[in-house]
């Protein structure tokens, strides 16, 4: 975790993201709302805000997309003093380039938030070695040989394997042993299950997919579920003004009939928590447990943030609740969503969009 002084005499506020397509009818893509609502606070503010690619941050080109009324309009700016990291792609960030770019903001003393994607295995990994939150922790290991999926399949009967680097819910594998038979299902396609005969049939098929990616391997955990779909809470956290991690907003994901993942992205539905909350406790004891959740969260991002080098604003922390009603860390990400919410006629800006501003605010 690193920390900077405040600038002396900030001049913008600036979201840098992989790539602009200037003719599409929506530019900046999934983060559009988000930099809508960054401008519109910005201004309010007299604080200069813009939209930049990595290449033109990069190679020092002063130009960047400012919000008009034609859209989001090519313009000349000032040099960067906020930079908030919204790049997709995994690839760019373990770049040479991404590197060096990294290492130079850190120099010059310019605030980079969320300034890299962490992987699966570094965060179960920092996770674990919290006294606090490894009891909430399913185990996992990077997944390597049949012999360690044997005996993960002997001990859970339910286990997943996950691209280290994965998101949305992609390439994520299940093996559930039932009597002699072991059967594996892929998100990418969960209408389709195969049956294997030995444990080593089945590390076959996965061998093909750690050729092409590292992953993990995971305890399979006997998870709540409403109408047999898969459900979690997405719980997303941000650092505010005197560096304190608060939650801003949750939401219970409800999985696809056909998915063994909840995410959106593939067919997921959204509830608030407390609706979702309200079929199995009474108020009272509904804001107790919210409450350990809420708390839990804010340990994860604690951990995380004191464990890797970095600034981070924000994180999605993904929890989930099992049968006996005990709750589980599932996954916490760097670069959280920011579809994940429900519409609320009377917010014109969302409150992880507010917390994101209150933080730029500190450092000016």
């Known amino acids: 975790m690193q920390s900077f002084p405040k600038n002396q005499e900030p001049q913008s506020f600036v979201v840098v993201t992989d790539s602009i397509n200037e003719e599409s009818l929506n530019p900046l893509g999934s983060i559009t709302t ?4 960054l401008s519109e606070l910005c201004g309010e503010s007299e604080i200069d805000f813009y939209v930049t690619t990595f290449k033109k941050l990069f190679t020092n080109e002063l130009k960047g997309y400012k919000r008009s009324e034609d859209g989001w309009t090519l313009m000349n700016v000032p040099p960067a003093s906020i930079i908030h990291n919204r790049i997709h792609s995994r690839k760019l960030e373990r770049s040479k380039e991404f590197k060096l770019l990294n290492s130079s903001l850190t120099t010059q003393q310019i605030p980079f938030f969320n ?3 962490l992987n699966k295995l570094e965060v179960f990994k920092a996770l674990i070695d919290s006294a606090y939150i490894k009891p909430y922790v399913p185990y996992t290991e990077e997944c390597i040989s049949a012999e360690q999926l044997e005996h993960f399949i002997q001990k859970y009967e339910t286990v997943f394997i ?3 680097h994965g998101s949305q819910g992609r390439n994520i594998l299940r093996v559930t042993k039932e009597k002699e038979l072991f059967r594996l299902k892929n998100s990418q396609n969960s209408e389709v299950e195969l049956e294997f005969q030995s444990i080593h049939e089945v590390f076959q098929i996965i061998k093909q997919q750690l050729s092409k990616r590292s992953c993990i391997i ?7 579920s409403k109408d047999n779909r898969l459900v979690d809470f997405r719980f997303l956290c941000h650092k505010n003004k005197f560096n304190n991690w608060e939650v801003t907003s949750t939401v219970a994901r409800i999985g696809h009939p056909t998915q063994f993942v909840s995410n959106l992205a593939r067919g997921g539905d959204l509830q608030k928590i407390d609706e979702f909350l309200s079929q199995y406790l009474p108020k009272k004891e509904r804001v107790h447990f919210k409450k350990l959740l809420v708390e839990l969260a804010i ?3 604690r951990c995380i943030d004191s464990s890797f080098d970095g600034l981070f604003a924000e994180f999605g922390v993904d929890l989930a609740i099992d049968n006996q009603f005990n709750p589980w860390v599932i996954e916490l990400n760097s ?3 920011k579809d994940l919410h429900l519409t609320d006629p009377i917010q014109k800006i969302r409150p992880s969009t507010k917390a994101i ?3 730029v605010q500190s450092y000016l």
């Not at 988000?34 to 609502?37: F, K, N, P, S």
């Not at 995971?218 to 709540?224: D, H, K, S, Y």
């Open 162 to 164: 996950k691209p280290i």
């Open 34 to 37: 988000l930099c809508e609502e």
């Open 335 to 337: 670069k959280p969503s």
């Open 218 to 224: 995971q305890e399979g955990l006997p998870l709540i």
């Open 299 to 301: 340990e994860c991002c």
């Open 357 to 359: 501003f209150s933080l």
């Open 115 to 117: 300034a890299r994607f």
